[in-house]
């Protein structure tokens, strides 16, 4: 996994007036990916959650904490979001479950882009899935947590079918653009993996529930190290998402 220019990363999770989540996508797709990213941010992946029909969830990125006060200040003041503001909060019941985060180490970013990002009015989705399995913690995750991920949870869940995608924690910085509040008092350690489709998740699953290394090893392990249950976002990549 190659870094990318994205030290900081918002994972940011909207709860949607039913019925809107297509609504709020054609114009996030139509007016707000090109015009961010003029900013200096990197949209990196818009989704559906499969799991709830009311949340739309995205991935956005910026070179350090400095350049992300820069860049939302300049966006969020600039004519694009005046224009479109109301429309987009017309669609919005909460907005304020976002975290943020940064890669564990050089190596541990998202990758760049494979492809190119697909045109406006494009509406085709692909078939694949984005997993994000979110850990928590009542302290800092540390260098101990990070290596025994690395070093061995990674590979058996890479051999059970899950492309690796990246491997973030939480970015303890003063939030300095206060207007858009992030979670905070938190510790969590969020991995990224890709499936082809539904199936392939589907056997992934089952093949860690069969696998003596995961139950027996590897499992007790992981769950003494973090606190309560995972959470598991499915997510489906939208037609511009660049990650898919």
Known sequence: ????????VELRQYTLHDGKRDVLIDLFEREFVESQEATGMELMGQFRDVDAADRFVWLRGFPDMRR???????????????????????????????????PVDEQSGFPMPAVSRSP????????SLVVATIYHRDRPFDQEFADFFRDRVRPVLAEAGATPLACLQTEHAENTYTALPVRVGENVFVWFARFA?????????????????WNDQLLPHLSAAITGEPQRLTLTPTARSLLR
Not at 1 to 7: E, H, K, L, Q, Y
């Open 1 to 8: 996994m190659n870094g990318t220019r994205s030290n900081v």
């Open 68 to 102: 992300r006060e820069a860049a939302l200040r300049a966006f969020y003041g600039g004519p694009v979001w005046a224009a479109h503001r109301d429309a987009a909060r017309a669609t919005m019941v909460d907005t304020s479950d976002a975290l943020l985060l940064r």
């Open 120 to 127: 406006i009015g494009q509406t085709e989705t692909p078939s």
């Open 197 to 213: 489709d539904r199936a392939d998740l589907t056997a992934h699953l089952r093949h860690l529930e069969q696998s003596g290394v």
